[in-house]
T-cell receptor
Framework: GENVEQHPSTLSVQEGDSAVIKCTYS??????FPWYKQELGKRPQLIID?????GEKKDQRIAVTLNKTAKHFSLHITETQPEDSAVYFC???????????FGAGTRLTVKP | EAQVTQNPRYLITVTGKKLTVTCSQN?????MSWYRQDPGLGLRQIYY???????DKGDVPEGYKVSRKEKRNFPLILESPSPNQTSLYFC???????????FGSGTRLTVV
């Protein structure tokens, strides 16, 4: 089955800097890659996703890039703000029922 | 408001006492799933359901049961809870496979 690895496990940046979180996946058939943000004590929330026919997608300060050849995808957050502090999860799916696999998460801290 | 409603939010129980965590969605989603979240392990799928009366095991199904008698409801049943089932549980739903999840607010279960 699919295996998703996520790095780093913790990331600390200064407010205004950029943050990058990377994930690799094992199954070349994976074609849907969502990212979730989980604030302390809250539920995970979908913040952006990308499908395998697209190499990059942006939404204001966040962007996701996908390299299908290398089987990795990344989340980029620019101009970070303290409210970006949270745990971020990547996931990969082959679009079969039950196949969504999550990375272990990255705890991002943005220092004011 | 489109949402996934999960109850209870917190539950402390004793080993062996059967319990049910309820999950209901109002978005007419086909796909529903249960995850447990443990530190350092990310989100691991327990069971999932593609539609009414269609359920299947995820990665960590031991000790759990589910049912999907109605499209909107997907309860998680622990017939004989044990301390290793102490965890944070999330119900999630999506339109179908290949779409992002909407998560419930979570149930923090402690089994003593």
């Amino acid at each position: 089955g699919e295996n998703v690895e996520q790095h780093p496990s913790t990331l600390s940046v200064q407010e205004g800097d950029s943050a990058v979180i990377k994930c690799t996946y094992s199954d070349s058939a994976s074609n849907y890659f969502p990212w979730y943000k989980q604030e302390l004590g809250k539920r995970p929330q979908l913040i952006i996703d990308i499908r395998s026919n697209v190499g990059e997608k942006k939404d204001q300060r966040i962007a996701v890039t996908l390299n299908k050849t290398a089987k990795h995808f990344s989340l980029h957050i620019t101009e970070t703000q303290p409210e970006d502090s949270a745990v971020y999860f990547c996931a990969a799916s082959i679009l079969r029922p039950g196949d969504m696999r999550f990375g272990a998460g990255t705890r991002l801290t943005v220092k004011p | 408001e489109a949402q996934v409603t999960q109850n209870p939010r917190y539950l402390i129980t004793v080993t062996g006492k059967k319990l049910t965590v309820t999950c209901s969605q109002n978005m007419n989603h086909e796909y529903m799933s249960w995850y447990r979240q443990d530190p350092g392990l990310g989100l691991r799928q327990i069971y999932y359901s593609m539609n009414v009366e269609v359920t299947d095991k995820g990665d960590v199904p031991e000790g759990y049961k589910v049912s999907r008698k109605e499209k909107r409801n997907f309860p998680l049943i622990l017939e004989s809870p044990s301390p290793n089932q102490t965890s944070l549980y999330f119900c999630a739903s999506s339109l179908t496979t290949g779409f992002g999840y909407t998560f419930g607010s979570g149930t923090r279960l402690t089994v003593v």
